[in-house]
């Protein structure tokens, strides 16, 4: 590549970096904006790619955009790994040899599976589904192995557990906690999704460590849990993710749980800004959610920009599409047990939990009702009342019956 100097610089592309890109041209600037990107594709949504495995996906069928865009907005796309950055001197260095200088500096760097270290099975075998080449790989597997173990009942656990039933394979899901998605919702909700798991015909076992598995003869393994033996060809980890922090620790920037920033998405280099999965905000904060991190990015610029917003926290949304079940999670994990009051409803196929504190809506959790999303979504960032709610969200009315005795 010519050019050497740049006034902006990302590192990492994901939906925060297409947030600040858009929202800096979206308010006239024009500076040149360097993109570096460390995957064999273009910038692609993540939420996706483990949600589409039943007929697998071509190479960029997710990219958030096309070639032109970047051309028409002025962005250099680099297809490399940036492996330090020298602070004093306002650099980057890839691993293809480039020095690279910037006036401002965005890490945009997401986060990174966790993968336990398991006795009986190199790490090298365990499978992710973090990125597309992972989920490649995982595809890869399907083609020659039937028994998957999933470990971790979160949402990409549980997710990938139902691409792989809808694959035809028999799975295997080994979870700490109780229940699956037990972090999101409360188990009034996810009694629902056990219950249509189980009816598909996943083997759910909660509330278990797998520390160690056996591998046979023939390259399958086999697992022990509380006396019962499981057989599988292969491992699946969907235990979490960490912010990836290697970069910014490297470079001695402020890093804790993620790499710290204050309300205006600055870190402890006035030059230098992070955002989305791998900022970590007030009281240790990382949100680990493709809306926030969105929002994050459109802040990263404004303040780039000069027209600094602070960061508020907002409650983004979660939802999930599985087992033929529509699942949203808003704000539940700011519940505060006994003191929230809880306001349960169950019509038909919609069964909501809203939680209420000073009289304003402060997180809704259900099942079903997909359709009003949105409007959740809104009542929840404008605090409705309940009387809001009952206006806005009625639930529909429960359905009767008549009938009138022929004699």
Same mark, same amino acid.
């Given at each position: 590549?010519?050019?050497?100097?740049?006034?902006?610089?990302?590192?990492?592309?994901?939906?925060?970096?297409?947030?600040?890109?858009?929202?800096?041209?979206?308010?006239?600037?024009?500076?040149?904006?360097?993109?570096?990107?460390?995957?064999?594709?273009?910038?692609?949504?993540?939420?996706?790619?483990?949600?589409?495995?039943?007929?697998?996906?071509?190479?960029?069928?997710?990219?958030?955009?096309?070639?032109?865009?970047?051309?028409?907005?002025?962005?250099?796309?680099? @297809?490399?790994?940036?492996?330090?950055?020298?602070?004093?001197?306002?650099?980057? @260095?890839?691993?293809?040899?480039?020095?690279?200088?910037?006036?401002?500096?965005?890490?945009?760097?997401?986060?990174?599976?966790?993968?336990?270290?398991?006795?009986?099975?190199?790490?090298? *075998?365990?499978?992710?589904?973090?990125?597309?080449?992972?989920?490649?790989?995982?595809?890869? #597997?399907?083609?020659?192995?039937?028994?998957?173990?999933?470990?971790?009942?979160?949402?990409?656990?549980?997710?990938?557990?139902?691409?792989?039933?809808?694959?035809?394979?028999?799975?295997?899901?080994?979870?700490?906690?109780? @229940?699956?998605?037990? $972090?999101?919702?409360?188990?009034?909700?996810?009694?629902?999704?056990?219950?249509?798991?189980? $009816?598909?015909?996943?083997?759910?076992?909660?509330?278990?460590?797998? !520390?160690?598995?056996?591998?046979?003869?023939?390259? !399958?393994?086999?697992?022990?849990? $509380?006396?019962?033996?499981?057989?599988?060809?292969?491992?699946?980890?969907?235990?979490?993710?960490?912010?990836?922090?290697?970069?910014?620790? /490297?470079?001695?920037?402020?890093?804790?749980?993620?790499?710290?920033?204050?309300?205006?998405?600055?870190?402890?280099?006035?030059?230098?800004?992070?955002?989305?999965?791998?900022?970590?905000?007030?009281?240790?904060?990382?949100?680990?959610?493709?809306?926030?991190?969105?929002?994050?990015?459109?802040?990263? #610029?404004?303040?780039?920009?000069?027209?600094?917003?602070?960061?508020?926290?907002?409650?983004?949304?979660?939802?999930?599409?599985?087992?033929?079940?529509?699942?949203? !999670?808003?704000?539940?994990?700011?519940?505060?047990?006994?003191?929230?009051? #809880?306001?349960?409803?169950?019509?038909?196929?919609?069964?909501?939990?809203? @939680?209420?504190?000073?009289?304003?809506?402060?997180?809704?959790?259900?099942?079903? *009702?997909?359709?009003?999303? /949105?409007?959740?979504?809104?009542?929840?960032?404008?605090?409705?009342?309940?009387?809001?709610?009952?206006?806005?969200?009625?639930?529909?009315?429960?359905?009767?019956?008549?009938?009138?005795?022929?004699?």
């Amino acid at each position: 590549m010519k050019k050497t100097n740049y006034p902006l610089i990302i590192i990492g592309a994901s939906i925060t970096a297409i947030s600040v890109i858009r929202t800096m041209r979206q308010n006239g600037d024009v500076r040149p904006i360097l993109l570096i990107h460390g995957e064999d594709r273009l910038p692609y949504k993540r939420t996706k790619i483990n949600k589409h495995m039943v007929r697998g996906f071509e190479k960029e069928a997710f990219k958030m955009a096309d070639e032109k865009w970047y051309a028409d907005n002025d962005v250099t796309l680099l @297809y490399d790994w940036v492996e330090g950055i020298d602070r004093m001197n306002k650099q980057v @260095y890839t691993k293809l040899g480039h020095e690279l200088s910037y006036q401002k500096l965005v890490l945009a760097t997401g986060a990174v599976a966790v993968v336990p270290h398991i006795s009986g099975i190199d790490n090298s *075998d365990v499978h992710k589904v973090q990125n597309a080449l992972d989920v490649d790989r995982l595809l890869g #597997a399907c083609k020659e192995n039937e028994r998957f173990l999933i470990i971790g009942g979160g949402v990409e656990g549980i997710e990938t557990a139902d691409q792989l039933i809808r694959k035809g394979k028999q799975v295997i899901l080994a979870n700490r906690m109780k @229940y699956p998605l037990l $972090k999101l919702f409360p188990e009034a909700i996810v009694n629902h999704l056990e219950k249509e798991m189980t $009816k598909k015909g996943v083997i759910l076992l909660g509330g278990v460590s797998v !520390s160690t598995v056996q591998k046979q003869a023939d390259g !399958s393994y086999t697992l022990t849990l $509380k006396g019962k033996t499981y057989a599988f060809d292969a491992i699946v980890a969907c235990t979490g993710a960490m912010p990836n922090v290697d970069l910014a620790r /490297k470079a001695n920037l402020k890093v804790e749980r993620g790499v710290v920033v204050d309300a205006f998405m600055q870190t402890n280099d006035p030059d230098i800004l992070a955002a989305g999965d791998v900022a970590q905000h007030a009281q240790g904060v990382v949100t680990g959610l493709w809306h926030a991190a969105e929002h994050q990015g459109e802040l990263v #610029a404004l303040n780039v920009l000069g027209n600094k917003e602070a960061h508020t926290l907002p409650p983004y949304r979660l939802k999930t599409e599985v087992f033929g079940l529509y699942l949203f !999670s808003g704000a539940y994990e700011n519940i505060v047990p006994g003191q929230d009051e #809880a306001v349960e409803e169950q019509v038909g196929a919609i069964h909501r939990i809203l @939680y209420y504190s000073n009289a304003k809506l402060k997180s809704a959790v259900f099942l079903g *009702d997909g359709e009003r999303a /949105k409007t959740y979504q809104k009542a929840l960032f404008e605090g409705w009342t309940k009387e809001q709610v009952q206006t806005k969200l009625p639930l529909p009315a429960q359905p009767t019956f008549s009938f009138s005795p022929s004699f």
